[in-house]
């Protein structure tokens, strides 16, 4: 026998308190929205212009990577909190319609601006002008 209780902590995140399956006791986290869901909001881009800020000489993403090299050779990567490094996601314009899939290299956006991802400038481009600066969007890992 099963029992799952679920308790709202916000919008965009849920937590499955402890459940008992077959006499063993577990916790498990399950987010809405990350890894496996769709979300939707504003989504802006980034690039290296903001390595300024980045006494590194090479501007790393969090995983590690070169923002300079991932831009010289055309990468479509995003950055966002709550996924893995490496997962996959599709962007998609809720007014034009235009899709682009990028790769989780970086942290961001700054949280308190509750937006689910930033793209890279490069990606953003595909999907809106640069001068918009936001974007609404739809967002959803591909499997």
Excluded at 18 to 25: G, I, R, Y
Excluded at 89 to 108: A, E, K, M, P, T
Aim: proline letters at 5%.
């Amino acid at each position: 026998m099963r029992t799952i209780h679920w308790t709202v902590l916000s919008h965009r995140l849920c937590r499955l308190v402890p459940f008992t399956v077959a006499a063993h006791l577990f916790a498990c986290c399950l987010t809405i929205g990350v890894g496996y869901g769709k979300e939707e909001g504003s989504v802006s881009w980034y690039s290296s212009e903001a390595c300024r800020y980045n006494k590194d000489p090479r501007c790393p993403t969090a995983d590690g990577s070169s923002l300079y090299s991932l831009e010289r050779e055309g990468v479509l990567f995003a950055a966002k909190w709550d996924a893995e490094f490496g997962r996959r996601y599709r962007v998609c314009s809720v007014s034009s319609g235009r899709c682009v899939d990028v790769v989780i290299r970086d942290r961001g956006p700054a949280r308190r601006l509750h937006r689910p991802i930033d793209l890279s400038k490069k990606a953003f481009e595909q999907i809106a002008p640069l001068h918009k600066g936001l974007e609404n969007c739809t967002v959803e890992v591909i499997p």
